[in-house]
């Protein structure tokens, strides 16, 4: 990690920002993509250096990593997606800064090790420093990271380990100043509470892999694209305007059962899709993938002519043979969960709580802070119920460290305000009579192409979301070959980040 600049625009300055990579010469936003072979270990020393002090503005006033001798910029790795030791998650108190001259109280090695033995896919890692982690994203610390096993996936005849016809596109917004530089208010919504912190970031430019609004000439043929949403509170609702569709292969790390065809498709911070499009049944010679998905999500603004677009395809007149003939029908399966398996059931409730001139303070799951000690303590090997009840305006999007999880079904809470009141007074779902609310509310469809296991849910604001967790491999059900209930445990959190950051974040701590 170092600061470095970046182009992202052919008319605008070059930006100063944060980025991963192999040296100061090889370094780009997004990181260098690591290309890992299942059965195959990673490790990963991941260096901090970056300057004393961070380009973005951030908030002491939130529970934030900061160094003993108030020098230097805390950081430290996630593997969104990984099924890893607690070591080498990225806990948020494992942050380090430049030179490893300052580390957080759970910081255990400098050598993280990646097992890359669960199913085939597409992570992405990113930093997850304490109150800095929505910072430190937008100054750009963030990469992609996919599992490959051949043996599974060379037979499914989508276009796979190939350069030109296979992509990983990492789309977020940032806006920014004339000069080139990132653009953030520096101003918090609450400034006596909280001097600088908002309740989200929104930028104005759509970034794809580094370029704003960029273009891509394709032959008229199938390409496959894994698109990662790596915004900070952005959802995008993407669709071709030459009518293309969608052929959804994978959802976040896992591969679907059958393939699903999909006209638009919604990404909130941190999910991904695996996708294929079939440039050959063009009608016209460009297409634009579009977005218009209101921000925040899903009551907020609606998309303006900056923000509604996200790249162009320039499609290629002449007729092309495809190696790709067809999409199979079936694409891998996995062993289906039981819910007479699950040992445990658990509520997690999502609070905003907010100042005397209505603007948000913070946020919270079941009304902790993240220090409160862990509430959430599975045993590994295990699955799990949880019923995530959002009493909030806002959709979040849940992420769970280790685990997966099917979303079973998402049912509307009817006389939502007299079980807020309750849940504000006691904080327990049980004695608030949870059940009785969803009896009669609406079901929401869970869409076919989210039915598999995900690590990243949309939890819809006043409804009850329930899922199924397991904390083994799902292609196996095998337990992990590392001890899940070591120092310093995992996290679950909402992945909008400003959220993530103030506090939506709760330890999730194994134990025997
Ligand atoms: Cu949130």
């Given amino acids: 990690m170092g600061s470095f600049w970046q182009k992202f625009h052919r008319d605008l300055p070059a930006t100063p920002v944060f980025a991963y990579g192999t040296s100061r010469r090889h370094s780009t936003i997004p990181g260098p993509t690591i290309e890992a072979l299942h059965g195959v270990d990673t490790y990963v020393t991941w260096q901090n250096h970056l300057p004393s002090k961070h380009i973005l503005p951030w908030d002491p006033t939130i529970p934030t990593a900061v160094p003993p001798n108030k020098k230097g910029v805390p950081t430290v790795v996630h593997l969104h997606g990984g099924i890893d030791e607690p070591q080498s998650d990225g806990n948020a108190n494992s942050w380090f800064t430049s030179g490893f001259r300052e580390k957080g109280m759970t910081w255990t090695k400098k050598r993280y090790h990646y097992h890359n033995i669960q199913h085939p896919g597409t992570l992405w890692y990113h930093d997850h420093a304490m109150g800095l982690t929505r910072v430190n994203l937008l100054a750009g610390l963030f990469g992609a990271y996919i599992i490959r096993q051949p043996n599974i996936e060379a037979p499914l005849g989508l276009p796979y380990n190939d350069e030109e016809f296979e992509h990983t596109l990492m789309v977020f917004d940032r806006s920014f100043r004339e000069d080139g530089s990132i653009y953030m208010n520096a101003t918090g919504n609450n400034p006596s509470i909280h001097p600088q912190w908002q309740p989200e970031y929104f930028g104005d430019a759509i970034i794809v892999n580094g370029k704003a609004w960029p273009f891509m000439k394709v032959k008229r043929r199938k390409y496959r694209f894994r698109i990662i949403n790596a915004s900070n509170a952005r959802f995008f609702r993407f669709y071709l305007t030459n009518n293309l569709t969608f ?266």
Avoid at 419 to 426: H, T, Y
């Fill in 247 to 512: 052929i959804h292969v994978a959802s976040d790390s896992a591969y679907n059962e059958r393939p699903v065809i999909l006209k638009e498709l919604l990404l909130s911070p941190s999910e991904i899709a695996d996708v294929i499009i079939d440039f050959a049944k063009s009608k016209s010679e460009t297409a634009i993938l579009a977005n218009d998905a209101p921000y925040p999500y899903p009551s907020g603004d609606p998309v303006n002519e900056s923000n509604d677009k996200v790249m162009k395809f320039i499609i290629s007149p002449h007729h092309e043979l495809d190696m790709w003939k067809k999409t199979p029908s079936r694409l891998v399966k996995y062993p289906s969960p039981n819910l007479s398996e699950a040992s445990q059931t658990r509520y997690i409730a999502m609070y905003e709580y907010a100042s005397e001139i209505d603007e948000p303070t913070h946020l919270y799951m079941n009304g902790k802070p993240y220090d409160a000690p862990a509430t959430e303590t599975p045993k590994p090997g295990t699955s799990e119920v949880w019923y995530v009840i959002n009493l909030t305006e806002d959709n979040h999007p849940l992420h769970i460290h280790l685990g997966l999880f099917k979303v079973l079904d998402q049912t509307e809470l009817v006389n939502l305000d007299e079980f807020k009141q309750c849940m504000m007074k006691l904080n327990d779902a049980v004695k608030c009579n949870m059940n009785k609310y969803p009896a009669k509310g609406k079901r929401a469809e869970v869409p076919a192409h989210e039915k598999g296991w995900k690590n990243v849910f949309k939890m819809m604001p006043g409804h009850v979301t329930k899922i199924f967790v397991r904390f083994s491999f799902i292609h196996s059900n095998g337990s992990y070959p590392f001890d899940a209930t070591a120092e310093p445990g995992y996290v679950y959190h909402c992945h909008i980040l400003d959220h993530e950051d103030n506090a939506m974040m709760r330890p999730l701590k194994f134990i025997h």
